[in-house]
């Protein structure tokens, strides 16, 4: 009888605890309905997922016009076409374009009648550290058998050459597409998280009170946190970069546009860990506080997925993240080598980094915390 009271006063006690506990409910409850909700979102209709296939018709046929219908006839492809003056490689190396076909000229000669049917093949460009652009060039060699099959019977009349977006393409894989992700997201949960777990911390133990009545000013103590926070994600993305080199033989460029990016993304995520701090009373909810924000950026900004593969309406959400600015930014400076689109994210990232640097210290008061 003894026993069975002192098992139920403790799982009263542990069930208090656990309520009380806003961090338990957020990763017992919170936490999986939230994952379940957005890969649902992610992947429920897969089905209706497009990729965007860029398009050069060097023909101008009747033929290579059959041939692109056939490629939007799939309800799998969004063909954008590209004029015959631009140049395929400056093209693909400006926009960080994954998937460009080049229809040659004299493309419809493979559908004249024997003995005058000259074989011809397709120009496809993809990256290959792109999940989405393999499953581009899946799709493009299954329309192409499907027109063999119907010319001449499965004898290879079109053929398609795979070739990589740039010179050293080829080196890369889908472990180099995931790696600047992974940095972006550390640089995020390490700032946001830290940060939010500090500011609740002093405000409870009254440490700020004491801070302003000291000389040192709201931005100076905050930029001394950012410079420590960019030694710390810089010190993860070494570890990072280690593991990738040895474990998945990444190629990766580490120059000074994706330094500055980690720089101003460090900076950028702390700002935003003292916002959210300003709004959590208690060190115990400033955890699930960062979560609610960091959470969905994780698996909505591109760090896992490409964004083409998303629906329509999440890449939306997507376009207002911080997050997405900070991994596009990367993939460029460190896979792509496009330094317009990494200076493009950069100034981004910089212009953000202001705003909410400005805004968290606007809304931090010392002397009422």
């Known amino acids: 009888m003894a026993t069975g009271r002192r098992i139920r006063i403790n799982f009263i006690a542990q069930a208090k605890m656990f309520f009380r506990s806003p961090g338990s409910v957020f990763w017992t409850v919170a936490f999986p309905v939230l994952l379940i909700l957005l890969f649902g979102a992610i992947f429920s209709n897969s089905g209706s997922t497009t990729y965007t296939l860029y398009v050069q018709d060097m023909d101008g046929s009747e033929a290579s016009q059959g041939l692109i219908e056939s490629f939007n ?26 998937s460009f076909l080049i229809i040659p000229e004299g493309f419809e000669k493979a559908f004249a009648p024997e003995p005058y049917r000259q074989s011809t093949v397709l120009e496809l460009r993809i ?24 010319l001449a019977n499965g004898t290879m009349v079109v053929g398609t050459s795979i070739q990589g977006v740039s010179e050293d393409s080829s080196r890369y894989n889908f472990i180099d597409f995931f790696l600047p992700g992974v940095i972006g997201l550390t640089a995020m949960t390490t700032t946001v998280n830290w940060m939010v777990g500090l500011q609740t911390r002093y405000r409870q133990n009254g440490i700020f009170k004491k801070l302003a009545t000291t000389p040192i000013t709201q931005m100076e103590w905050l930029t001394s946190l950012i410079l ?16 990738g080199i040895v474990m998945f ?8 546009i994706s330094v500055m ?20 009373k208690e060190e115990e909810t400033g955890g699930v506080a960062a979560g609610a924000i960091t959470f969905p950026m994780m698996f909505l900004a591109g760090s896992f997925f490409p964004l083409e593969s998303m629906p329509d309406y999440l890449q939306i959400i997507a376009k207002v993240m911080p997050l997405t600015y900070v991994n596009n930014g990367l993939r460029d400076a460190m896979i792509f080598g496009n330094s ?14 202001v705003v909410l640097m400005i805004a968290g210290v606007a809304i931090s008061t010392w002397k009422q915390d």
């Open 249 to 256: 033989d990444v190629h990766l460029r580490l120059d000074m």
């Open 261 to 280: 990016i980690i720089v101003f993304s460090s900076a950028l995520f702390s700002a935003l860990g003292l916002i959210i701090a300003r709004f959590v």
């Open 340 to 353: 317009s689109g990494a200076m493009y994210n950069l100034l981004i990232v910089v212009v953000l980094t």
């Open 127 to 150: 990256d290959n550290s792109s999940a989405t652009a393999l499953s581009v060039a899946a799709i493009v060699n299954s329309v192409v058998q499907s027109i063999n099959l119907h």
């Open 73 to 98: 006839q799939t309800r799998v492809l969004n063909i954008v076409m590209v004029d015959n003056e631009t140049d395929a490689s400056a093209f693909i190396k400006d926009g960080s374009i994954s």
């Open 228 to 243: 420590w926070q960019i030694i710390t994600v810089f010190l993860s993305v070494a570890i990072i970069m280690i593991v």
